[in-house]
């Protein structure tokens, strides 16, 4: 157990020091929250229409594109070698990793949403599903995205290419996540039956995503 | 304790990086793989840790803790520190003695065998390549694991440390350790084995 | 003591340790008297009370300007003259120029709400104050990738010229475009157009915030090069350590 305490505060630690990513995220979604509304014009009720889709999207890019380094980082070091002798189990240590991502990727994404909404015209409803639906959601996102980050390891050129292999992935979780934010905001359909079902995927892709990630580093360290 | 191989090969890519290979290494022994670069020195060393398969042959630790793997009773040292920039000296090697399973109080103490216990707050990225160096050999000492596998172990060190590690690996062997190195130069150890690649056996 | 001087940097630390006690009790000072201002100064006959924010809103959006001017001085500092100073000038600016452009957006979107019904619209003048917000996080996000502080500068630096194209866009933002936000009437060309009974207590209250810039800017600076020096000495330690 200590083995994988130990792991989580060094990517927390590692994350918040000078060159870590946390927070980057949230700019870059930030950043993509007001691109869009310049592309497609200032009409606040269009904006207040598909806002809870534009924030799902944004999120859902910020998510992954911090996702490249999560495991290259560590194998240019040469961690990743000695991270392969510990006893702990790698799923496990990959699934802690996948924590630590989140916690300074995902959660900040969910904390920053309230504010940012405003800028689209979002009201307290809105708002609130929207935050309901990113903190059962994002979870999801980034143990599905653990996947490619393994996957994108041995490549030099991980970042574009992780988004292609892990963006079909994710489409679930986007359909669902939108819906249910739509749901609680125009009906007709109840909030909890898309709700629940980002809930299973996300649940799912907790328990998918460390094994398949743990098995695709395995196979590219050989 | 016994670590033995018998007509060991490893296929990488398509190519055979060596066939054949055939040692066996006693607790308290030390063997010195030499070679040419490319012939596979690197690729031994961590098939024996387990971060490459196995390619033919077999091989056996005799006389281990049966409750874990071979990779999990290894020190592996390689070209690369793994060592995080940002973190200081000493959470770095606290954060991999805790990680592999050692006591984080005995990292302290190994700071200072090594002698960096003075520059344990300080970011690993203020060091030099030789304190580098140092600061993962510390790992070796913070975990207590009977077979080290060293990779080109000196090739950073000026000649002080040099002799000190000599000093380390003499007392780990002393200790009913296991040492596989490979090297280019002379390590200080009295009566290692030694294991040519790349030439007929 | 000549200004020159000051940009060798020990010669900067005396001043600044000197003068931020002095500077900060005349701040305090004049906070006092431009609250006492404000709070007395007359309501506007269409907007009520809400139009106090003003004297938070308008010295947010001009310090938030003053800043990546400065920045902007300091980038050609940095890239020019390769001068420390204009690094650590530089640097100390961004959270602080950042702080008012956030307050600023924070008491717009207050004053947007009772007046236009929306605490956001996308219109020229708002969303150009919004890209500074961002460009002050990107630099900061920049300072805080790169280690090394004299490379960190010069990326900095580069980013930091291109943004202060954004500078004459919110000025004049609301002049080229048909904004919701009103023209400028402070800063123009003949008269003011507010009347003095609001104007005086708002550059009194400017000054107050401009003064606060300058505090804050003077202690960024100090901690800034102290803490410099500490990594200094420390990469000096580590090299000479066995």
Redesign the interface.
């Known amino acids: 157990m ?2 994988l ?3 989580l ?2 990517d927390l ?2 994350a918040v ?4 990513g946390a ?2 995220g949230v ?1 870059f979604f ?2 993509v929250v ?1 691109l869009t ?2 592309a497609l014009g ?1 009409d ?1 009720a269009l ?1 207040q229409r598909i806002g809870p889709a534009i924030l799902w999207l944004a999120a859902l890019l910020a998510n992954l594109l911090a996702l490249d380094r999560l495991f290259a980082a560590d194998h ?4 990743l ?8 189990p790698l799923e496990l240590v990959v699934a802690v990793k996948g924590l630590a991502q989140w916690l300074t990727t995902g959660l900040p994404l969910v904390i920053a949403t309230p504010p940012i909404g ?2 689209l ?1 979002l009201d307290a409803k809105a708002e609130g599903a929207l935050v309901l639906t990113l903190l059962v959601g994002t979870p999801g996102l980034t143990f599905i995205g653990l996947i490619g980050a393994a996957l994108a390891v041995t490549l030099r050129r991980g970042g574009l290419l992780l988004a292609v292999l892990v963006l079909p992935l994710t489409v679930p979780v986007l359909i669902f996540g939108v819906a249910a934010a739509n749901a609680a905001v125009m009906g007709p359909v109840p909030f909890g039956t898309p709700f629940t079902i980002l809930c299973a995927f996300t649940l799912a892709s907790i328990v998918v995503g460390p094994f398949a990630a743990a098995a695709a580093l395995r196979q590219e ?2 | 304790m016994r670590l033995c191989a018998s007509d060991l090969g490893c296929r990488r890519g398509g190519r055979t990086v060596f066939e054949g290979i055939s040692f066996a290494v006693e607790a308290g022994e030390a063997l010195t793989i030499r070679g040419r670069n490319g012939a596979g020195k690197s690729s031994l060393l961590r098939l024996i840790v387990g971060l490459v398969r196995v390619g033919g042959g077999r091989l056996a630790l005799e006389g281990g803790d049966p409750e874990l793997s071979l990779s999990e009773q290894a020190h592996y040292l390689g070209h690369q520190d793994a060592l995080k920039p940002s973190l200081s000296v000493g959470e770095n090697l606290r954060f991999w003695s805790e990680y592999l399973g050692g006591l984080s109080s005995n990292a302290g103490e190994a700071l200072t065998t090594v002698g960096l216990a003075a520059l344990a707050d300080f970011p690993a990225a203020y060091l030099s390549a030789g304190q580098r160096r140092r600061l993962s050999i510390a790992r070796l000492l913070a975990v207590k694991r009977p077979i080290w596998l060293l990779d080109e172990p000196t090739s950073t060190l000026d000649t002080t440390a040099q002799e000190q590690l000599g000093g380390l690996m003499r007392a780990h062997l002393a200790g009913g350790g296991l040492i596989l190195a490979a090297t280019h130069s002379a390590l200080g150890i009295d009566g290692a084995k030694e294991l040519r690649l790349g030439e007929p056996q | 003591m000549a200004v020159i001087d000051l940009a060798n940097p020990s010669r900067f630390l005396g001043f600044a340790n000197r003068i931020i006690p002095w500077l900060g009790a005349l701040t305090l000072v004049v906070f006092a008297f431009a609250i006492s201002r404000a709070m007395n100064a007359p309501d506007d006959y269409q907007q009520g009370a809400t139009v106090k924010i003003m004297y938070l809103h308008v010295p947010g959006a001009w310090l938030g300007m003053l800043g990546w001017g400065l920045m902007t001085m300091a980038a050609l500092g940095t890239l020019v003259w390769r001068h420390p100073l204009a690094d650590v000038a530089a640097k100390a600016a961004a959270p602080i120029g950042a702080a008012f452009t956030f307050i600023c957006l924070v008491t717009g979107s207050l004053w947007g709400r009772p007046m236009w019904g929306t605490y956001w619209v996308w219109d020229a003048r708002l969303t150009s104050v919004l890209v500074l917000f961002l460009l002050y996080l990107g630099v900061i996000a920049l300072w805080r990738t790169v280690e090394d502080p004299s490379r960190a500068a010069r990326a900095a630096a580069i980013l930091t010229l291109v943004g202060a194209l954004d500078l004459p866009i919110i000025k004049f933002s609301v002049d080229w475009w048909n904004t919701l936000h009103q023209p400028a009437s402070v800063l123009r060309l003949g008269a003011p157009t507010i009347d003095p009974s609001i104007l005086i207590p708002l550059l009194i209250s400017a000054l107050a915030f401009t003064l606060l810039f300058a505090v804050l800017l003077l202690a960024a600076m100090r901690n800034e090069i102290l803490r410099r020096r500490v990594r200094t000495l420390r990469l000096l330690q580590a090299s000479t350590a066995s």
Do not use: K, Q
């Open positions: 200590s083995a305490a130990a792991m505060a060094r630690r590692v020091r000078v060159g870590g927070l980057i700019l930030l950043v007001t509304p310049l200032p606040l904006l240019e070091d040469g961690s070698d000695l991270i392969m002798t510990g006893r702990a405003l800028f015209n360290m050989e």
